[in-house]
């Protein structure tokens, strides 16, 4: 059963407007929620996270809204550059008690942005 | 390059060889995990160390699968017997944790990842 979806497995933008990838998960426990970036043959990069008790969280172009009661998140890029063009994974963190924070990652959702 | 590095970043294998992947973290960062990505799947957790112990494993981490950190330092994922379902991107992430009110997490960096092909 996955906790984290994402339902959108690919989105097409055009250069300058905005991006909207969604997030949705099952497991109220989560408490952070982070956004990874993954250019092909690189493993993912960090680009932004939200913990469970905000709601909005910025950085620069990038914006994460997180809706506790939905259980939903979203994930704005304004304005869209073709160097955005990358898979996205929505990831939860849950603190095992054991030390760690492991992450469950969404399927992905494969952005284009077109010139 | 500061970042994580992992070596090597592709292996081929026959079913039933044994492979050895390792992973170089951050220098300071006292935090490791393995992670396994199938085709069209995010990354799954693995295992967690904290230094040089080993302090979770998943229930994907069956007995052939064995990892190491010795001295806190560099680790290796050692795949015995492999299968082809073994075939995926393994990838190690590193991170420190910060001082911090609840909720807190930490920030994990990841490798470019080893991909391995089970024939």
């Known amino acids: 059963d996955q906790q984290v979806k994402q339902n959108s497995p690919s989105l097409s933008v055009q250069e300058g407007r905005i991006s909207i990838l969604n997030c949705d998960y099952t497991n109220s426990m989560f408490d952070y929620f982070l956004w990874y970036k993954k250019y092909p043959a690189e493993g993912p990069t960090f680009l932004i996270s939200?913990?469970?008790?905000?709601d909005k969280n910025e950085d620069g172009r990038f914006t994460v809204f997180l809706n506790k009661s939905a259980k939903h998140l979203s994930l704005h890029i304004v304005p869209s550059q073709p160097g955005d063009s990358a898979v996205y994974f929505c990831?939860?963190?849950?603190?095992?008690?054991?030390?760690?924070?492991?992450?469950?990652f969404g399927k992905g959702t494969k952005l284009s942005v077109i010139p | 390059d500061t970042g994580v590095s992992q070596d090597p970043r592709h292996k081929i294998t026959k079913r039933g060889q044994n492979v050895t992947f390792r992973c170089d973290p951050i220098?300071?960062?006292?935090?490791l995990y393995w992670y396994r990505q199938t085709l069209g799947q995010g990354p799954e957790f693995l295992t967690y160390f904290q230094n040089e112990a080993q302090l979770e494993k998943s229930r994907l981490l069956s007995d052939r699968f064995s990892a190491e950190r010795p001295k806190g330092s560099f680790s290796t994922l050692e795949i015995q017997r492999t299968e082809q379902g073994d075939s995926a991107m393994y990838l190690c992430a590193s991170s420190i944790r910060l001082a911090g009110p609840y909720p807190s997490t930490d920030t994990q960096y990841f490798g470019p990842g080893t991909r391995l092909t089970v024939l």
């Open positions: 220098s300071e960062h006292n935090r």
């Open positions: 990831a939860a963190s849950l603190y095992s008690g054991a030390g760690s924070y492991q992450l469950t």
């Open positions: 939200i913990s469970s008790i905000k």
